[in-house]
């Protein structure tokens, strides 16, 4: 197992995050710090970093060395950003730090903080073409990408901090100064044509980035607490910066999602969200979670494990990951996986749910058995739960609850569990009866390997107006697996409305042929079996 800490020392702020990477390649992190700093606003009219810049950057760089120790990581990676980069003294502070605590600091360009950043979004979030902006204490980072490729790129020296220095704006801001600092934060932008991309979403990063997505979502009653991959329109935006412009601070104190320590500069930031939009076209924000770190972590995991730098397919990725942290065999869950999904393709006509989907009950088979990490009895609500705050990329929130859902009802339908009002507020009547679908599919593929020795290699669904039908190919008879197929006959007659037949097809020297020569249902010749071990009535 491989310990990785990432420090990132940014204009606002200071955070140190640990990861462990283990020796099937899974990831988790296991350890998160942040220190407010504001180094932007600890800088003299020489433009030199002051002595208090200095004496609290040492004394945070001496705590995360003391956590690094702790959880004896392995290696460092520790990069500083726009403060120390524009500061004269920078490269001095660096060499101190390094002096008294042992952390070198990597002062990286605003290029390749961009580029980092860039790493961080386009491997957690399923947007083909947008714009990245990174908006931190000191900088802002520019990204256009398209085809999942960066096409631009620039950082302005244009932040929360700074920019609230700039105007002095901390407590308030009047109508004429917000019409200066709107001048001048568009007399920047002016000067990249290429941000003009009418309708391409514009995705943020950083801080303030989402403390307003934070603070939409408790003014909306959002029922998940996540921010990535949080989407809202532009009148949405437009309505909450109207109503921050009027406050002051000690106002601004009392909304709910904004901290105390951001509420001196979440004016400037949302100004300069406000000009991104107009100057961008944008009709939608997408929130990050991810971003400078995740890309530092991303580009270190990419070379040491030998695996593309660009995930292909994200949530692909994510779910294995996922699978690999919880499941020691993956065999079973791809078995499985493999079931559910040819009886998905096959019975199409029959159970009318789109094909978009499918990835939803990919997702849930694959990983519908996590949750006996914590217990095996009730182990589905547990996987439910798990699958539910997982950290699975390229689903919406609803789609990551639907998904959870169908692994936590794939033991049997229990409405119960699910009557929080997290998922009641999330999910409607018609996502509920989508999910018992998935659920009775994924619940066959587990009985078609419930001895878990792969007996079922593979099916062939089919579908006529009387009933549908299940050809099971087995190379000898699975009988567990019949017997726990009839759990679920009733189920599926009353959510797909026909019977369902099954037939094993064996190999020739194991084929059971009745005396026309043909093949007994499977099932059929269970139950015989189960009826002639049952004891007889007395005459």
């Excluded at 096409?151 to 700074?162: C, I, K, Q, T, Y």
């Excluded at 009985?447 to 299940?470: C, G, I, Q, W």
Aim: proline letters at 2%.
């Amino acid at each position: 197992m491989q310990r990785i800490a990432i420090i990132d020392i940014g204009s606002n702020s200071a955070r140190l995050v640990i990861s462990h990477i283990y020796k099937n390649g899974a990831y988790n992190m296991v350890y998160n710090q942040k220190e407010a700093l504001r180094l932007s606003q600890k800088v003299d009219g020489q433009n030199l970093l002051t002595e208090e810049a200095f004496t609290s950057t040492i004394d945070t760089m001496r705590s995360f060395a003391h956590m690094c120790k702790i959880y004896q990581a392995d290696k460092t990676i520790a990069v500083a950003t726009a403060a120390i980069r524009n500061a004269s003294n920078g490269g001095e502070l660096v060499a101190k730090v390094a002096e008294l605590t042992g952390i070198q600091l990597h002062i990286i360009s605003g290029n390749t903080e961009a580029y980092i950043s860039y790493l961080g979004v386009i491997n957690t979030l399923d947007v083909k073409n947008g714009i990245i902006f990174d908006l931190g204490g000191g900088s802002t980072e520019l990204i256009l990408f398209k085809n999942r490729k960066i096409l631009e790129s620039v950082s302005l020296p244009l932040g929360a901090v700074n920019t609230t220095g700039m105007f002095n704006i901390r407590n308030e801001m009047p109508s004429n100064v917000y019409n200066d600092l709107n001048a001048f934060i568009m007399s920047r932008l002016s000067q990249y044509p290429w941000l003009k991309q009418n309708n391409l979403p514009l995705i943020g990063v950083g801080g303030t980035a989402r403390t307003v997505a934070k603070i939409i979502q408790r003014a909306k009653k959002y029922p998940a607490t996540k921010i990535h991959n949080y989407a809202y329109p532009v009148q949405t935006f437009r309505s909450f910066f109207n109503k921050l412009r009027l406050t002051n601070l000690e106002q601004r104190k009392k909304i709910s999602g904004l901290s105390a320590e951001r509420s001196d500069i979440i004016l400037a930031g949302s100004s300069i969200i406000s000009c991104l939009l107009e100057a961008t076209g944008a009709k939608k924000l997408i929130t990050s979670g991810c971003g400078l770190r995740e890309g530092l972590f991303y580009d270190y995991y990419s070379k040491s494990n030998n695996v593309p730098l660009i995930a292909k397919n994200i949530l692909e990725r994510s779910r294995e990951n996922t699978l690999r942290l919880f499941e020691s065999d993956t065999g079973h869950a791809h078995h499985i996986t493999k079931l559910a999904l040819a009886m998905f393709d096959g019975w199409m006509e029959l159970h009318k749910v789109r094909k978009s989907y499918r990835r939803l009950l990919e997702t849930a088979a694959l990983l519908h058995d996590i949750g006996i990490t914590i217990n095996f009895y009730s182990h589905a609500r547990h996987s439910a739960y798990m699958i539910q705050n997982a950290k699975l990329f390229g689903l919406t929130h609803k789609e990551q609850i639907i998904t959870s859902a169908i692994a936590g009802w794939h033991n049997g339908v229990s409405k119960n569990y699910f009557k929080s009002r997290f998922y009641k507020e999330m999910l409607t009547e018609s996502n509920w009866k989508l999910i018992n679908k998935l659920a009775l599919l994924l619940a066959l593929a587990e009985s078609l390997d419930y001895s878990e020795m792969r007996m079922v290699h593979t099916l062939t669904p089919s579908f006529n107006k009387k009933n549908a039908v299940l050809t099971v190919h087995a190379e000898h008879m699975p009988t567990i697996e019949m017997h726990q197929l009839q759990d679920h006959l009733s189920w599926f007659k009353k959510t797909m409305g026909v019977e369902l037949k099954v037939e094993v097809i064996q190999d020739p020297e194991d084929m059971l042929v009745d005396d026309e020569g043909e093949s007994d249902s499977a099932l059929d010749r269970l139950l015989q079996e189960l009826d002639a071990d049952k004891p007889q009535k007395q005459a």
